[in-house]
């Protein structure tokens, strides 16, 4: 028996161009109940990154893929098929690295390989959506003389920021000083470059601030005001809008304001001309607001969630979908008197005539530091299988 570990040192999200870095580490243990403990053998190892693309049938017409389907493998069969078994089509996949070859192990021995890869810029987000689903692995492939293949699937989240695939680095760092003591990969330096200036250029998109004021009106005149001073957000920042309702001409009773996403597939690839598209709602704030002059909210952006983007086949965007309900009535007469006596009682009417209509504003969801987003992951940074 040997056990296969996989890591992920820094946690199980990435961006897209970053450098993704496992260690995998390979164990005979000894147990101490065991009488007759002896070497253990491997014949390889290898690993290999892909991304997984799943489609609902109802929603989705896609063309036939052209590849082979890989959904059993022989026991005498030595090829590496990271995807044997998936779901779905195998739309990118980094070139297979070998680990090792003929690995012997003596009881209590562990032998550790690091294995490290660029993840690809052109390549989709990760996402979960109702219609469609890209899903990335990390798989290594292992197996033992005259046994079947082994595979320890290891799942982790790409994060796509563009514009990064089209930054050029400086090229006289080399001029630049040094430490002559420290060694240090050029990939990994390259690497951490990355994730700053993603860092960098996150920051500066969402920091802009400008007021943005918008009328809220129906037929029968002005609502109020609604005021926003950005429209470009990462995920995990709080989305944070005010009204005025004090120069409205229509008494506005209650309101209610909506985060979601808009995910649409294009036109070539629907099952259904014309079908609708999907909306998903990750958070919302109602409130009543008779004679209030002014109100405000708060909604948070999951870290979980996925930020904008488009490919060929689907498109994802965000939004605030407002919903009013105004009374059909002025505001006089809209509260009774109940009582002629110096302490004067106001009693809500128990009938009212009402309109709803509702509004749109579109707005941009971008990633986040991957690190950040790790804390609140749903995937685990170790995984391990034992063969």
């Known amino acids: ?32 109940s065991s009488t007759s403990a002896s070497s253990e053998m491997l014949a390889w190892a290898s690993a290999q990154i892909h991304c997984q693309f799943h489609t609902s049938e109802n929603r989705v017409a896609l063309p036939p893929s052209d590849g082979s389907k890989h959904d059993v493998q022989a026991e005498n069969e030595t090829v590496f098929v990271p995807n044997r078994g998936e779901r779905g089509q195998c739309i990118l996949s980094t070139p297979p690295k070998i680990l090792f070859c003929d690995l012997r192990l003596d009881p209590g021995e562990s032998k550790s390989y690091s294995y490290c890869e ?66 240090e ?36 005149g002005k609502v109020g005001t609604f005021c926003i001073f950005k429209t470009v957000y990462k995920i995990g920042e709080d989305v944070i809008g005010t009204f005025n309702f004090s120069e409205g001409d229509i008494p506005c009773l209650q309101f209610s304001v909506s985060l979601q996403t808009e995910e649409s597939i294009q036109e070539e690839f629907q099952r259904r001309r014309g079908q609708p598209v999907s909306f998903t709602v990750h958070a919302r704030h109602q409130e009543s607001c008779l004679h209030t002059a002014q109100s405000s909210f708060s909604l948070p952006i999951p870290l979980s969630s996925t930020p904008g983007f488009t490919t060929n086949v689907v498109s994802l965007k965000w939004r605030l979908h407002f919903e009013f309900v105004t009374s059909g009535e002025s505001a006089g007469t809209c509260l009774v008197r109940g009582s002629q006596s110096e302490a004067v009682t106001w009693t809500g009417v128990e009938q009212m005539e009402v309109d709803t209509f509702s509004w749109d504003l579109p707005i941009k969801v971008l990633p986040t530091n991957p690190i950040l987003a790790s804390y609140v992951s749903q995937f685990s940074s170790t995984n391990s299988i034992t063969i």
């Open 1 to 32: 028996m040997i056990e296969v570990l996989a890591k992920l040192g820094r946690g199980p999200v990435f961006l897209a161009g970053e450098v993704l870095e496992c260690v995998i580490t390979f164990t005979n243990p000894l147990s101490a």
């Open 118 to 183: 660029t993840l690809p810029v052109d390549g989709p987000p990760s996402f979960r959506g109702q219609s469609v689903k890209y899903v990335y692995k990390l798989t290594i492939g292992c197996q033992r003389v005259n046994s079947p293949i082994k595979l320890l699937r290891v799942p982790f989240r790409v994060l796509v920021l563009h514009g990064l695939k089209d930054y050029q680095f400086p090229q006289d760092e080399a001029v630049a000083p040094s430490n002559p003591f420290l060694e």
């Open 185 to 220: 990969e050029e990939g990994l330096k390259k690497d951490s470059r990355l994730a700053d200036l993603a860092t960098e250029l996150l920051m500066v998109a969402t920091s802009r601030r400008s007021l943005h004021l918008y009328n809220i009106s129906n037929t029968r």
